[in-house]
């Protein structure tokens, strides 16, 4: 009787220290499922692997995917994203297609990308040609605006 009450006891035990991993949000990357998950933002299928980006929502754990980089940062801003400076945003490196963090990633600006922002994530700055600009990705919001802008004036001839 008492090996049974032991068995009992430990097995409420383990269930409880179960329930409280339930509890913890992850913010780890999700399972990408390349030619079938879309942008957030533009909806097209996320295909590149070159300059593909992963958004966690550090609130809930939801995942977002995007195709380049210049989508996030205008979905944050059209979406009125609150929890976009806590936001873990996971993009990959455009010559190992490791996945990397966005925030501290180097960037470089003459590439063509799906949606032709240009903006390609570095895991070093070692990695980017000599000569080219090499950007932070505090940098990269202004840029995209004036990029969105040009664009839009285009458009309107």
Not at 24 to 47: F, G, P, Q, Y
Not at 57 to 74: A, H, Q, T
């Amino acid at each position: 009787m008492n090996a049974v009450r032991l068995l009992f006891i430990s097995f409420l035990i383990l269930l409880s220290f179960s329930g409280c991993e339930k509890g913890k949000i992850s913010t780890e990357l999700h399972e990408v499922h390349w030619d079938r998950d879309m942008c957030a933002r533009c909806k097209m299928v996320t295909s590149d692997r070159r300059h593909a980006v992963q958004v966690i929502n550090p609130e809930n754990g939801k995942s977002y995917m995007f195709d380049d980089i210049g989508c996030v940062l205008l979905w944050f801003d059209d979406e009125k994203i609150t929890w976009k400076d806590k936001a873990k945003i996971w993009i990959t490196d455009v010559d190992t297609g490791k996945w990397i963090d966005a925030r501290t990633a180097f960037y470089d600006s003459h590439n063509i990308t799906p949606m032709a922002y240009g903006f390609a994530a570095h895991a070093t700055k070692e990695s980017i040609k000599a000569g080219e600009e090499i950007l932070h990705f505090n940098a990269l919001f202004e840029r995209i605006l004036k990029i969105e802008e040009e664009n839009n004036n285009r458009r309107a001839y």
